[in-house]
């Protein structure tokens, strides 16, 4: 089976011609809500903490000692600044990791983590829905793009639609999809250590960056990937 052409991960920008839209999540409301999410989590510590203590057995029982033996309301209130530092850099990070998308009628252009990929309108066939994830599929079945995606689906499609894009609800491909174990028969060579790789890769956070260049590696081999929880799912894609 011959290796299929799959799109780098570029940096480029570029603008594109015509009117354009841009959908992109709200740095502030990210960040705000992760700050509220910390602070309300520190607030309740203390609280926690003293019912641990009333346990006949308690695990943790030396920290939250130590915890609730600072006085009142210093306690309160350091841990709900702790929570809510906490939160801002969470939120950073989400912002960082959130997808923002530019459509014009001749371009799309899809921004997560620093990174830019743009497309142009021939390249695209559709682009659909995968659970939390937007995927954007070429004429011939190969997968341009699939990002986790925090936008309002009905407004994102309407904007694709708005500048004559294809959506769909789901993945005209998912039929396709076969869960992945090791050793499984009909995978180009090379493919079955590249998903049990990627496999290992997804047990950790550290290394989702790895991750995700074994599923480009995988795109080149012609083998598109999706994942359902812990599980890996592949199709061919047609000469």
């Known amino acids: 089976m011959g290796k299929k052409r799959v799109p780098p991960a570029g940096t480029g920008t570029g603008t594109g011609t015509g009117t354009g839209t841009e959908l992109s999540e709200s740095a ?6 992760c ?9 309740v510590l203390p609280l926690l903490a003293r019912l641990l203590l009333k346990l006949p057995w308690a ?21 709900v600044a702790v929570g809510a530092l906490g939160g801002l850099l969470l939120g950073l990070v989400a912002v960082h990791e959130s997808l923002s998308v530019r459509v014009s009628d001749t371009h799309l252009a899809l921004t997560i983590r620093d990174s830019t990929r743009e497309f142009t309108r021939e390249e695209i066939a559709v682009l659909c829905r995968d659970g939390k994830q937007l ?3 070429a004429p011939d079945g190969m997968e341009l793009a699939r990002e986790h995606c925090g936008l309002p689906w009905p407004r994102l499609a309407d904007t694709l639609a708005g500048h ?10 998912r ?24 496999a290992q890769a997804r047990k950790s956070d550290d290394d989702a960056e790895d991750a995700r260049e074994l599923r480009r590696e995988l795109l080149r081999l012609g083998v598109v990937v999706r994942d359902e929880e812990k599980r890996q799912y592949w199709r061919i894609v047609s000469e």
């Open 59 to 79: 695990p943790l029982e030396g920290p939250a000692e130590l915890l609730t033996s600072i006085p009142e309301p210093a306690l309160t209130l350091g841990t």
């Open 28 to 33: 502030w409301v990210i960040t705000l809500f």
């Open 35 to 43: 700050m509220a999410c910390g602070a309300g989590i520190g607030a």
């Open 135 to 137: 995927v954007v599929l």
């Open 175 to 198: 039929a396709e999809f076969r869960r992945w174990v090791p050793g499984t028969p009909g995978l180009p060579e090379g493919a079955d250590a590249l998903l049990r790789a990627r």
């Open 164 to 173: 004559g894009y294809r959506w769909a609800e789901e993945d005209p491909y």
